[in-house]
């Protein structure tokens, strides 16, 4: 897996790309939740739970399932208050969902583990995707203060982070070049 810094870089980054009007602090915090909830697999390690298990490390909490259901949940308690209309909370929903599996799709671009069990509980097999080219973190705190963690760390700037900044930038442009042109096209439908 990616250090929860790559992933929440990651899921920072898409929802500013896929939701830019959205500026409130609560759905950044909602997108960094949604980018590192599927590690919170991890304890299962505590209740014996092994890593092969379905419901261990990269298993069902990797899903597409538990994706989808934590990303539409996710966004009904962030409409709820608001008022939900069907529009809305379906895009929204797709965005946290996206979030949620990028997650997996990041680590099923990391070259070790087990594999990711996308489709848990209906296929239990684990998959990587054919480019991993992502160096897999430890698990535990003093991994990172190690060579490997050091590496990784290096390995997730080029590969994770530099990529998220190229993606807002990327985004900004296109959105800054967008309303240039309707503006400069406003302007000769009055002429």
């Given at each position: ?9 990651t ?17 950044y ?18 209740f014996?739970?092994?890593?092969v ?14 994706a ?38 990041l680590?099923?671009?990391?070259n ?11 296929n ?11 160096e ?19 390995n ?36």
């Open positions: 897996m990616p250090t929860f810094a790559g992933h929440i870089a899921g920072i980054s898409l929802g500013y790309a896929l939701n830019p009007e959205e500026k409130k602090l609560r759905f915090l909602s997108v960094i939740l949604l980018s590192i909830i599927p590690d919170f697999d991890v304890i299962m390690f505590r014996g739970i092994p890593y298990h379905p419901l261990g490390h990269r298993g069902f909490f990797h899903s597409f399932l538990f989808a259901i934590t990303g539409a949940f996710m966004a009904y308690l962030y409409l709820k208050k608001q008022g939900i209309s069907p529009g809305k909370y379906f895009r929204l929903s797709i965005i946290f969902i996206l979030t949620g599996l990028m997650h997996s799709l680590d099923a671009m990391t070790g583990g087990l594999g990711i069990g996308f489709f848990i509980p209906f239990y097999q684990r998959y990587f995707l054919p480019w991993k080219p992502i897999v973190s430890p698990i535990g705190i003093t991994g990172f203060f190690s060579n490997w963690g050091l590496k990784v760390l290096k997730e700037f080029m590969l994770l982070v530099i990529p998220s900044i190229a993606l807002v930038a990327a985004a900004s442009t296109c959105r800054k070049l967008i309303k240039y042109w309707r503006i400069k096209n406003s302007g000769r439908q009055h002429q």
